[in-house]
T-cell receptor, first 112, second 114 residues
Framework: KNQVEQSPQSLIILEGKNCTLQ??????????LRWYKQDTGRGPVSLTI?????NTKSNGRYTATLDADTKQSSLHITASQLSDSASYIC???????????FGKGNQVVVIP | KAGVTQTPRYLIKTRGQQVTLSCSPI?????VSWYQQTPGQGLQFLFE???????NKGNFPGRFSGRQFSNSRSEMNVSTLELGDSALYLC?????????????FGNGTRLTVT
């Protein structure tokens, strides 16, 4: 079983609307959690990093939350734009050996 | 600062052939890691190199190998290609110190095996 599960697998949203992506993990012990954005044909780019003591962090229209007790994170996209069409990948770092566990990504398509 | 550079961008090979992919990390980054990305499996870790030594390895067969040079540039090699090796191969670099720096990915090499 994958240590990082993301949902929904894919979604289509109208330009200007908000959406929320979910990431549940079982990695333990926990070091940090990152959200990456991957545009088609490009490599992933880091959006945010959340450590154990942080529960909200924003990067422009992207807001990530973390609940380390329930091992859940979300990425909220506000007022979506066409350029938000991408895959969003949740990556969790294991404390100690710094091994990374990758989710399979949330595929977001924003339509005009 | 130039980003991570991967060459070539696209490759088409035949089953049974071998292939070598190249990665130039960001200047000053000594850690280079490689990943295979497929639609069904997402990103899967292949191996990581630091100062010319393999530091970690994923669960891939021995047909997948890599190396790192003294200038931190890295190559990965896949021998006896199989159809299932068709994927996007991503390289990432990170600074040498243990920080919360993210991985910096290249744009990948798209390998198609026919």
């Amino acid at each position: 079983k994958n240590q990082v599960e993301q949902s929904p697998q894919s979604l289509i949203i109208l330009e200007g609307k908000n959406c929320t992506l979910q990431c549940n993990y079982t990695v333990s012990p926990f070091s940090n959690l990152r959200w990456y954005k991957q545009d088609t044909g490009r490599g992933p780019v880091s959006l945010t990093i959340m450590t154990f003591s942080e529960n909200t962090k924003s990067n422009g229209r992207y807001t990530a939350t973390l609940d380390a007790d329930t091992k859940q994170s979300s990425l909220h996209i506000t007022a979506s734009q066409l350029s938000d069409s991408a895959s969003y990948i949740c990556v969790v770092t294991r404390y100690g050996n710094n091994r990374l566990a990758f989710g399979k990504g949330n595929q977001v398509v924003v339509i005009p | 600062k130039a980003g991570v550079t991967q060459t070539p961008r696209y490759l088409i090979k035949t089953r049974g052939q071998q292939v070598t992919l190249s990665c130039s990390p960001i200047s000053g980054h000594r850690s280079v890691s490689w990943y295979q990305q497929t639609p069904g499996q997402g990103l899967q870790f292949l191996f990581e190199y630091f100062s010319e030594t393999q530091r970690n390895k994923g669960n891939f067969p021995g047909r997948f190998s890599g190396r790192q040079f003294s200038n931190s540039r890295s190559e990965m090699n896949v021998s006896t290609l199989e159809l299932g090796d068709s994927a996007l191969y991503l390289c990432a670099s990170s600074p040498p110190e243990e920080t919360n720096e993210p991985l910096h990915f290249g744009n990948g090499t798209r390998l198609t095996v026919t």
